[in-house]
């Protein structure tokens, strides 16, 4: 079974700190992503990895940064944490292959409060 | 990018089979199908995915019709557990970040 871990569950951080989700995929994927879910708003993408070092923009990347320094992990930054982005944080991975049976990868979700 | 409309909620009993539609007129030559499961406090899981006629697996069946407008995710003989939010994505599987997620269908299975 594909695996998408992230690293901490629940976390409450104070307005101006700044935030790091870690995510790791064992399924050698060559792409990631971060998304952020709200009540009444679904799942919105904030980035996306293709490849090491490679990244794009979502639909809501404001306030947000990541890396990708190896292929397994890519991490989720908050430069500067504000209340507005107390949120639900999936981390998901998937292939570059395509083709019938392709699907994206959901880890758990990281719950961040921000005080 | 292929936007779907799905209902926003459904009620069931336990035992009973529940069937959601999820409509998607603008869907392209290369589109799949694909239903994802969500439950409270975790990350959305697959179900089930198709691109054309009926598939059936261990959790569920997709219904597709020749226009492929349209699909129906059945699940049969449902149970408690089975209280979930229901997610239809229309999407060629190149381009995940594309996937539009919306709300869903909020499921409530009743004892």
């Known amino acids: 079974d594909v695996k998408v871990t992230q690293s901490s569950r629940y976390l409450v951080k104070r307005t101006g700190e700044k935030v790091f989700l870690e995510c790791v995929q064992d399924?050698?994927?060559?792409?990631m992503f971060w998304y952020r879910q709200d009540p009444g708003l679904g799942l919105r993408l904030i980035y996306f990895?293709?490849?090491?070092?490679?990244?794009e923009k979502g639909d809501i990347p404001e306030g947000y940064s990541v890396s990708r320094e190896k292929k397994e992990r890519f991490s989720l930054i908050l430069e500067s944490a504000s209340t507005n982005q107390t949120s639900m944080y999936l981390c998901?991975?998937?292939?570059?292959?395509?083709?019938?049976?392709?699907?994206?990868?959901f880890g758990e979700g990281s719950w961040l409060t921000v005080v | 990018l292929a936007k779907t409309t799905q209902p926003i909620s459904m009620d069931s009993y336990e035992g009973q089979e529940v069937n959601i539609t999820c409509s998607h007129n603008?869907?392209?030559?290369?589109?799949?199908i694909t239903w994802y499961q969500q439950f409270p406090s975790q990350g959305p899981r697959f179900i089930i995915q198709?691109?054309?006629t009926k598939v059936t697996n261990e959790v569920a069946s997709l219904f597709i019709p020749a226009d492929r407008k349209s699909s129906t995710l059945s699940l049969p003989r449902v149970s408690l557990s089975d209280t979930a939010v229901y997610y239809c994505?229309?999407?060629?599987?190149?381009?995940?970040?594309?996937?539009?997620f919306g709300s869903g269908t909020k499921l409530n299975v009743k004892p």
């Open positions: 990895s293709y490849d090491v070092k490679m990244k």
């Open positions: 399924m050698d994927h060559e792409n």
């Open positions: 998901a991975s998937s292939t570059r292959q395509g083709g019938n049976g392709n699907t994206i990868y």
């Open positions: 603008n869907i392209a030559t290369n589109d799949y």
């Open positions: 198709g691109y054309k």
């Open positions: 994505l229309v999407g060629d599987l190149y381009n995940f970040n594309k996937f539009y």
